[in-house]
């Protein structure tokens, strides 16, 4: 099959660019941030917060990734697919009664919203000094180190801080600096939404103690009782239907006393001696000149399925023990851990584009606002490695993957959960993590497969009596499978489980890890390979499709003028079926297992219902070419062929010209993770010019600037703005940024196939491409001017580029590239064996 033959492209900078300018890694600003959302993000994969730079106060918003609301015991599971009922939609939709066949899965076939991810609390830090004037004001985060420094001049005193979170501590430690020998005098306290209590330990830490809600919903109740479904919600109704609160968020007694508790604490050194105060409410820091504070946050969760009440851990001897740890080393070393540990990931990946230094100079808020106007092509590539370092920030092996929001969340009842959004969101967090070799950072996404299928396979068995597991639309860390509430668009989505597939066989075709498919990888694919097949009926034409699905939260107009969203076989639904087929017939057939599913999955792969082109050219993003209700809709589903999947490639030209029709219908503009998703779509277009214009049109600054339009963009802190805040929108743009420079998809490495005119020069090493194979190029004028390969598993290599070249191996050429034509373009390829562990040159 054409993935055995992947080979890719590495150089190191020595030898790729060695004469390329440093990056410019810092964001950097002359104004503290305004609100939480032009605040700075720091993390351990654990432990986050954004960092705001004031001066008299200075505010740390605290996240810790498992403390969610509810527990396992509020999931809502009565939810069934009854066969008459199934017959029934099934019948309603063939005779054209869309909005009948909607309704009843509107009012039998959906659940209610899962639980919601919640900040902890905030430290403050607060000085005792007169207000006065401020000066040489500066504020930034270098991500090259992952470290946030705010530095100040007031009251004739020079104040840094300098701030991280570590992963090889566990631990956010915060340093604080004064140029005078008694310059620091400062409050230390902590405040929380949630009730708390403070505590000073007897070691002399200061403690916040408190408990997270019981159960969350963000549905009015004017909704609830206009859906009927008071029923759903047996916190907030009683047996009759009466309201029993007033409220919608429900803490202790009110929800025998179930939800999470937490505890923060915080221990000051002083290495330069000083005096502290502890009280039960703050921690007084005077009389000296520098203060290190070690800070550890903990929840109860013990597991998706283990009640945090009754079955949690202790978060204060968690807590206890970080710290306890943590002093066993100064700030020197604290330091010097966290950044030896965070560069292992980081400097994996160095990526050039040259901007003027005038340009560089200016704070990065004033460089998005200018972007539009004047290309800044170092500020994409700071976007790009941004995206990377939220990754690692946000993402590490043991820790909960990146929701909605990464780590990072405000609210108790955040925009749409801050949970995982499964119908894309989740999915686009992860995009760069094999490609930008960050494979480690996708390790927590694995984990919540594997805890879905558990949860999945029992809604299989009881919601629709199939084989294997299935998953919906939205999960929390309680790992709910079922649909959500009320709205068929959305949350009727049986798919989860086929996208979540595709993120385990790219990590193994990335890394070419055979234990990894044959161990975890395969037994989750078979299963949702087995839902697909149990869930296909006859479309009556001899085509196999799905009975009921959506084109995830869009609707159509019948040819009755009904809006709905509801209909048989929709192209994603068939995408995602067609991809995990293949697939684990690939992987049974490699590993030796299976013959019997892999013969049904076989046959039923034949009767698949095949891509349709539209009367307007357009791939149709249903089974018949209905018109959309909002033609210019920020999903673009039907698409997933060509990104992220790899059925739609130069190789089928009808469906991409059929995809790129349809990217046009759609237009540029959209939320800001949407055109993350089109800036993939257009480079596997290979049109890097409209990629580009994509790029541009995310640089839109959100909440600043004079741009007051409502579409999607950046805050000044770069986090990308839906709007609100999104992170899968900085994950789309770094996977796009990759996908424009290199692509390995189709059965080769192509080198530059979406490079822009925009980025004429530059430079970048260390991307992945499938094989196992590390890959890094420079270009000049437009063009490749030399790249290298390194293979790490000893692959056959097939390479493509725009010009011809040569394979250099031990100072002998191996391999001269041939020209090749496809899809009215002149490409050029060569392919050779390689040897593990071997370097090999292009020129």
């Known amino acids: ?89 099934v019948g309603l939709m063939k005779k054209g009664e869309y909005g009948k066949a909607n309704e009843i899965v509107r009012k039998n076939w959906l659940g209610r919203l899962h639980q919601y991810y919640q900040p902890l609390g905030d430290l403050y830090i607060e000085s005792n000094r007169e207000p006065s004037e401020v000066a040489d004001y500066r504020r930034e985060l270098d991500i090259s180190e992952a470290v946030a420094r705010t530095t100040f001049t007031q009251n004739n005193i020079t104040i840094t801080r300098e701030i991280f979170a570590s992963h090889a501590d566990n631990v956010i430690v915060i340093r604080l600096t004064a140029d005078k020998p008694d310059g620091l005098d400062v409050n230390i306290t902590f405040g929380s939404q949630h009730p708390t209590t403070g505590q000073m330990s007897e070691d002399g830490c200061l403690l916040l103690k408190g408990k997270a809600p019981g159960y969350v919903e963000r549905r009015s109740f004017e909704q609830i009782e206009a859906w009927g479904d008071q029923y759903k919600h047996p916190e907030l109704y009683d047996a009759q239907g009466k309201r029993k609160f007033d409220k919608r968020v429900l803490y202790g007694d009110e929800i025998e006393n179930k939800g999470m508790t937490f505890e923060a604490r915080l221990k000051a050194v002083l290495p330069n001696g000083g005096k502290t105060d502890l009280t039960d409410d703050a921690l007084h820091i005077y009389n000296t000149n520098e203060a290190y504070l070690l800070l550890a946050l903990a929840t109860s969760f013990n597991g998706y399925d283990k009640s945090p009440t009754l079955e949690g851990v202790d978060p204060s001897s968690k807590t206890n023990t970080i710290i306890t740890n943590a002093s066993q080393h100064n700030y020197i070393t604290l330091k010097k851990r966290h950044e030896d540990d965070y560069k292992e990931l980081f400097d994996r990946v160095k990526f050039t584009l040259p901007s003027s230094e005038e340009q560089k100079a200016l704070p990065t808020d004033e460089r998005i606002m200018r972007f539009a106007k004047n290309s800044d092509p170092s500020l994409a590539a700071m976007l790009f490695q941004f995206g990377r370092y939220l990754m690692i920030s946000g993402s590490r092996q043991g820790g909960q993957p990146l929701n909605l929001q990464g780590i990072w969340n405000e609210e108790i009842v955040p925009a749409w959960n801050c949970g995982y959004t499964q119908n894309i969101n989740t999915e686009m967090n992860y995009w760069p993590a094999e490609p930008t070799n960050l494979p480690e950072c996708h390790e927590p996404l694995f984990r919540l497969i594997r ?58 075709l990335f890394n070419a890890d055979e234990d990894f498919l044959r161990n975890e990888a395969y037994p989750l694919m078979k299963g949702a390979a087995e839902f697909f097949a149990d869930w296909l009926i006859d479309d009556g034409n001899g085509y196999l499709v799905t009975p009921a699905g959506t084109s995830p939260e869009n609707t159509f107009i019948s040819d009755k003028g009904e809006q709905a969203s509801v209909s048989m076989g ?274």
């Open 1 to 89: 099959m054409k993935y055995g033959l992947i080979i890719t492209v590495l150089c190191a900078l020595t030898a790729c660019g060695q004469a390329v300018e440093r990056a410019d890694l810092r964001l950097k600003y002359n104004e503290p941030a305004g609100n939480w959302n032009e605040a700075l993000p720091i993390g351990n994969g654990t432990a986050g917060a954004m960092i705001f730079g004031g001066t008299n106060k200075e505010t740390l918003s605290l996240n810790e990734n498992t403390l969610y609301s509810g527990e396992p015991s509020v999931i809502f599971k009565d939810v069934k697919v009854k066969p008459e009922t199934l017959d029934e939609v």
């Open 451 to 508: 805890e879905l299928s558990v949860t999945g396979s029992e809604t299989a068995r009881e919601m629709y009596g199939r084989r294997g597991w299935v998953a919906h639309h939205n999960t929390s860390i309680w790992r709910e499978s079922l649909p959500n509430d009320n709205m068929p668009a959305a949350s009727f989505w049986p798919m989860v489980q086929g996208w979540y597939a595709s993120h385990l066989w790219e990590h193994y």
């Open 570 to 843: 929709p192209t994603m639904d068939m995408a995602i079926i067609r991809e995990t087929f293949t697939r684990t017939v690939i992987a049974s057939e490699k590993l030796g297992v299976d013959t019997g599913l892999r013969a049904e999955l076989q046959s039923k792969l034949a009767r698949l219902l095949p891509y349709k082109t539209g009367a307007r050219g357009q791939l149709q993003e249903w089974a018949y070419d209905f018109k959309e209700v909002e033609p210019k809709h920020r999903h673009i589903s039907h698409l997933y062929g060509l990104f992220p999947g790899d059925q739609i490639t130069l190789e089928t030209p009808e469906l991409m010209r059929a995809a790129e029709t349809s990217l046009n219908l759609r237009g540029d503009e959209a939320t800001g993770w949407s055109m993350g998703w089109k800036i993939n779509c257009w480079a596997r277009l290979q049109d890097g010019d409209h990629a580009y214009r994509i790029i541009a049109n995310l640089f839109n600054p959100v909440g600043f600037g004079n741009n007051d339009t409502q579409r999607g963009g950046l805050f000044k802190s770069m986090l990308d703005a839906h709007p609100p805040f999104q992170i899968d929108g900085n994950f789309g743009y770094t996977a796009g940024v990759t996908e424009m420079l290199l692509q390995s998809h189709a059965g080769y490495i192509q080198f530059l196939p979406a490079l822009p005119n925009a980025w004429p020069e530059g430079a970048i090493s260390g991307l992945k491409a499938r094989g196992n194979f590390e890959v890094s190029l420079e270009w000049s004028k437009g063009a490749l001017k030399k790249a290298a390969i390194t293979s790490l598993a000893g692959q056959t290599c097939r390479l493509r580029a725009s010009t011809p070249f040569n394979v250099i191996n031990k100072r002998k050429t191996i391999a001269t590239s041939a020209p090749l034509e496809s899809n009215g373009k002149t490409f050029y390829e060569a392919t050779f064996e390689t040897e593990k562990g071997m370097k090999y040159d292009i020129y």
